[in-house]
């Protein structure tokens, strides 16, 4: 299933706080795909309760504390709840790497 959030665009029907969830069925003789499209609220999706990485290399968690501190003042997510969604994350040291940049 992938999920992506949908900001609002122009004649796509959306607006701001939905996302389109899509699930792919297989055919009844299995070589074809079916895509259904779903709309689900924001408000609505639940973080994956599993973890891809059981913890994190120490420079990668020092990185994540350096950029947190820069964004405290409008991101006010706990430190241990962003590291369990980066632990989440399917390659995190790309992600701390895109984060990092943010001034």
């Not at 699930?23 to 689900?40: C, E, N, P, W």
């Not at 891809?52 to 501190?69: D, G, Q, S, V």
């Amino acid at each position: 299933m992938l999920i992506y959030p949908r900001g609002p665009r122009k004649n796509d029907g959306l607006r701001g706080g939905l996302v389109r969830r899509f699930s792919f069925a297989r055919l009844t003789d299995g070589t074809q795909m079916k895509r259904k499209l779903q709309r689900v609220k924001i408000g609505d999706l639940k973080p994956n309760p599993t973890f891809r990485h059981e913890t994190l290399l120490a420079p990668l968690i020092e990185r994540i504390k350096n950029f947190m501190a820069i964004l405290t003042e409008v991101f006010d997510t706990p430190l241990q709840e962003v590291i369990d969604n980066f632990r989440r994350d399917a390659n995190p040291e790309r992600e701390v790497e895109v984060r990092s940049r943010i001034r």
